[in-house]
């Protein structure tokens, strides 16, 4: 981690986009805004198409109040990843507090529908591989099929 004993905390490489990321995780976690935007702000300078980092950003600028800010970065994210549901949440969050409240109610929707269908999709996953393995146990009872 970059903290010091006193709880300070270090720069990280330079050209770290992970040290940066993973900075700006443990400051917005411990409250610091200003500091996690800051470290963010460094991390997509160094890697612009990190979906989960223009996530994260969007968070931290939700939590500093600049909702228009944290839009923007959310649909930044989803433009990166169109089935990124934190973005979609967060999206609602920032719409919601700019009284946006249909589009904010559609983002979130959107985001409880990305994990409707992970959850079908695992499903059907499951579903697939039992009546695969019935269709083997089948066969070895039959040898003649």
Same mark, same amino acid.
């Given at each position: 981690?970059?903290?010091?004993? @006193?709880?300070?905390?270090?720069?990280?490489?330079? @050209?770290?986009?992970?040290?940066?990321?993973?900075?700006?995780?443990?400051?917005?976690?411990?409250?610091?805004?200003?500091?996690?935007?800051?470290?963010?702000?460094?991390?997509?300078?160094?890697?612009?198409?990190? @979906?989960?980092?223009?996530?994260?950003?969007?968070?931290?600028?939700?939590?500093?109040?600049?909702?228009?800010?944290?839009?923007?970065?959310?649909?930044?994210?989803?433009?990166?990843?169109?089935?990124?549901?934190?973005?979609?949440?967060?999206?609602?969050?920032?719409?919601?507090?700019?009284?946006?409240?249909?589009?904010?109610?559609?983002?979130?929707?959107?985001?409880?529908?990305?994990?409707?269908?992970?959850?079908?999709?695992?499903?059907?996953?499951?579903?697939?591989?039992?009546?695969?393995?019935?269709?083997?146990?089948?066969?070895?009872?039959?040898?003649?099929?």
């Amino acid at each position: 981690m970059n903290q010091t004993a @006193s709880g300070c905390f270090l720069s990280p490489n330079l @050209s770290d986009a992970t040290a940066w990321f993973n900075q700006g995780e443990t400051l917005a976690n411990a409250g610091s805004y200003q500091e996690a935007l800051t470290s963010f702000d460094k991390a997509l300078e160094l890697q612009p198409n990190h @979906s989960a980092g223009w996530t994260f950003k969007g968070v931290v600028l939700i939590h500093l109040e600049r909702y228009a800010d944290a839009l923007a970065s959310c649909d930044r994210a989803l433009s990166l990843r169109s089935d990124n549901r934190e973005a979609w949440l967060f999206r609602g969050v920032a719409l919601h507090h700019l009284h946006r409240y249909t589009d904010a109610y559609a983002s979130y929707d959107k985001a409880l529908n990305i994990r409707r269908q992970s959850l079908l999709q695992q499903a059907l996953k499951n579903l697939k591989q039992v009546w695969q393995s019935l269709q083997g146990s089948r066969s070895h009872l039959n040898p003649d099929r």
